[in-house]
């Protein structure tokens, strides 16, 4: 059945090579943990990936009960968390998941370092994963604030008074963030929000995107 | 089209009629045992996920995710904390160097000195030996990169008073339902909720909940007019009557040990007055 339907479909829109081209290479063996165990130093980049997908999986389930509002915002998180089925699985997952992130863009960072694996041609790749790694810092930045809690509101201020020291357009940034120059409040809650879950997620996606396109091209760098 | 199941895109220039070669070039560069991705790899990928997935979901299970009150601009005393990996850029700013008047040193001079590095790392580093031994000086200051990112974080966090800090955690805080028409209400609002919080919750760095105390009504009336450790006298301001409303109201709402003896919540308001009466 499922293969009739695929038939069909390729038969119109000849859909084999599009998968096939992803689907069909080599590991070499220098990076099979199989074959040596050293080699899961490899498997760093596909788990930040992994744990990307929880992040995306998980934030699109807690946007179901979150208000991104001032009077709202810390009660929804706390409903989700004391009185929705599983609500605190999934919110755990977000909350634990942004720390595994991190772990493992880390460790990645490392291993793609330590092995010279940004050297030519890869210097690109490099550039585009070190702006894929602000980028999942500034999701945790602008991710922090949104339970509204005390050290959320509290750790936002002194962020923002870190955006106000660069030199010349330091309020700008501050006031491009926040809404306001001075005021923490119900602008910067909506304004993070926005960012956190539209503006770097699309980011995130075209950094992504082009980091796993250059990768396919120039395939794994070689044993040392 | 050579790999599809069926027709060919005659004239169409979306993709190339002809052999089209999908599969990349083969790895003899790195002879060896070599596995196609797919569907082997991918199989034993698939396992390393599924075990991550158990451990990852065993911590999230066993570890609740944190939820601090409600977020409160006035909450006088609150250090500010940010999630553990910006803690090596907070910690930065302690010192002196990259304080105070220098403050731009810590926040844009050395984070963007370092995060600018590592981003032109492959221009800053161009030779092609790849092994680290090849090169010593890239190698060096990233390993001093990385002790110093874990000492500031380990600095950081050792010197945060985590006991302190969970006393504004929401599972820290006390659950208690109020009868906001209990006639008592009204008159703990305006004498006793600025400190002990909206429902007798309490206040973290300002006053403790009200919730189980091990006074009778008596007591409660004492402490309201006297005050007791840190708490200043004539906090209440009001009628005697007014303070036996209050009484059986914290007594009730509370779950005191006279409530228990009491019963029903807001018709005891009888008996409390007798207890007055026989002070
Ligand atoms: C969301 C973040 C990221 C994801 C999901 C990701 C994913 C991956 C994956 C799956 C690979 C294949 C090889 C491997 O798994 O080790 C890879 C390779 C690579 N990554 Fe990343 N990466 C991320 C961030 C970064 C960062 C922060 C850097 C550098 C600072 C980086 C630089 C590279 C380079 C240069 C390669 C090619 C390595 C080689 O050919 O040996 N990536 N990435």
Redesign the interface.
């Known amino acids: 059945m499922l293969n009739k339907i695929y038939?069909w479909i390729?038969?119109?829109l000849?859909?084999?090579?599009i998968w096939?081209?992803i689907?069909?290479?080599?590991?070499?063996?220098?990076v099979?943990?199989?074959?040596h165990f050293s080699a899961f130093v490899y498997?760093f980049g596909?788990?930040t990936f992994?744990?990307v997908v929880?992040q995306i999986l998980s934030g699109m389930f807690l946007t179901m009960y979150y208000v991104p509002d001032?009077e709202n915002a810390?009660?929804s998180?706390?409903y989700l968390?004391t009185e929705v089925a599983h609500g605190?699985?999934v919110?755990?997952?977000?909350?634990?998941?942004?720390?595994?992130v991190?772990v493992m863009i880390f460790l990645h960072t490392?291993r793609v370092?330590?092995?010279?694996?940004?050297?030519?041609p890869?210097?690109l790749n490099?550039?585009v994963g070190?702006?894929l790694f602000?980028v999942i810092?500034g999701l945790?930045?602008t991710g922090?604030l949104l339970?509204?809690?005390?050290?959320?509101?509290?750790?936002t201020?002194?962020?923002l008074e870190?955006a106000e020291?660069?030199?010349f357009i330091g309020t700008e940034i501050k006031t491009l963030l926040a809404g306001d120059p001075t005021i923490?409040g119900a602008q910067t809650l909506t304004r993070f929000f926005a960012i956190h879950v539209f503006f770097l997620p699309a980011v995130l996606f075209g950094l992504l995107a082009a980091h796993f396109i250059m990768i396919?091209r120039q395939?794994i760098?070689?044993?040392? | 089209m050579q790999k599809g199941k069926g027709m060919k895109f005659v004239g169409d220039s979306r993709i190339k009629v002809g052999p089209k070669q999908t599969i990349p070039k083969d790895y003899s560069e790195y002879p060896g045992r070599t596995e196609p991705f797919w569907p082997n790899f991918l199989l034993k990928e698939w396992l390393v996920g599924a075990v991550f997935l158990i451990g990852f979901l065993c911590l999230v299970a066993a570890h609740p995710s944190p939820l601090e009150i409600k977020a409160d601009p006035n909450t006088s005393g609150y250090i500010p904390l940010p999630d553990w990996y910006f803690l090596f850029l907070y910690e930065l700013l302690k010192y002196e160097f990259a304080a105070a008047e220098y403050v731009v040193i810590g926040t844009i001079g050395i984070p963007g000195l370092a995060f600018g590095a590592l981003l032109l790392a492959p221009f800053l580093d161009s030779k092609p030996g790849r092994r680290p031994t090849q090169r010593p000086i890239a190698v060096i200051l990233m390993l001093l990169a990385v002790v110093s990112v874990f000492w500031l974080t380990y600095e950081s966090a050792s010197a945060v008073n985590w006991e302190e800090r969970a006393e504004y955690s929401v599972s820290n805080m006390t659950e208690v339902e109020v009868d906001k028409d209990h006639a008592g209400y009204e008159v703990y609002a305006n004498n006793c909720m600025s400190c002990h919080g909206d429902s007798l919750q309490g206040v973290p760095g300002m006053a403790p909940d009200l919730v189980d105390l091990p006074y009778d009504a008596a007591a409660i009336k004492d402490i309201a007019q006297n005050g007791i450790g840190e708490m200043p006298a004539d906090m209440f301001t009001g009628s005697d009557e007014e303070l036996n409303q209050l009484a059986d109201f914290i007594m009730t709402a509370s779950g005191g040990e006279a409530a228990e003896g009491e019963g029903e919540g807001s018709d005891s308001e009888d008996s409390s007055e007798g207890e007055d009466s026989a002070e």
């Open positions: 038939d390729d038969e119109r000849d859909v084999t090579p096939r081209d689907a069909d290479h080599e590991v070499p063996e220098h099979n943990p199989a074959h498997c596909g788990l992994f744990v929880i001032i810390w009660e998180v706390r968390q605190q699985i919110r755990g997952m977000h909350h634990w998941g942004a720390s595994v991190i490392l370092f330590f092995q010279g694996a940004y050297k030519k890869r210097e490099w550039v070190v702006l602000f810092l945790g930045f922090y339970p509204w809690d005390n050290k959320a509101f509290f750790a201020q002194v962020g870190i020291s660069v030199p923490v396919r395939g760098s070689g044993p040392l």
